[in-house]
């Protein structure tokens, strides 16, 4: 018989990117002699990550059931982007959303801790808006 415990330790990484990136977990426990892990993902993005996880935890995960639906009335969180040497909100609007002309979409979504679009330091944490 599975051990709760212990799978959940196993896939401790998964459970913890699913909550942070707001899927709203309804089931973690054992079915089947196999980890359970049923929630709704804000968005396909998200529950492609929570993928890449449970992969990267143990690829052929044979313990692990994983039914993650898509619910787009659940806030996601915003993307965290740390900054690196070199980087100006052009450089990274570029990065993600193709455009360095959306830079003003990071700036605004910053105000907080920005007061000039040119004026971001190596290393500050800022959010990406979908």
């Known amino acids: 018989m599975a051990d709760l415990e212990q ?9 913890e990117l699913a909550m942070a990136r707001g899927v709203h977990l309804t089931n ?14 804000p968005n396909q993005d998200v529950k492609n990550e929570v ?9 052929s995960y044979p313990d692990l059931t994983a039914d993650i639906g898509i619910d ?14 070199g980087d100006n909100l052009s450089r990274i609007a570029k990065k993600f959303y ?5 830079f003003r ?3 605004d979504a910053n ?14 944490k800022l ?3 979908e």
């Not at 787009?72 to 040497?85: F, G, H, K, T």
């Not at 105000?111 to 500050?124: E, Y």
């Open 111 to 124: 105000k907080d801790q920005l007061s000039d679009p040119d004026k971001i330091k190596v290393g500050q």
């Open 51 to 59: 993928w890449n996880q449970i992969k990267a935890v143990d690829a």
């Open 127 to 129: 959010r990406i808006p």
């Open 72 to 85: 787009p009335s659940l806030p996601a969180p915003p993307r965290i982007y740390e900054v690196a040497p």
């Open 7 to 15: 799978l959940k330790a196993k896939y401790q990484s998964v459970i």
């Open 98 to 102: 193709g455009d360095p002309n959306k």
């Open 28 to 41: 973690v426990h054992i079915e089947n002699d196999k980890l359970l892990i049923r929630g709704a993902a």
């Open 105 to 107: 979409k990071i700036f």
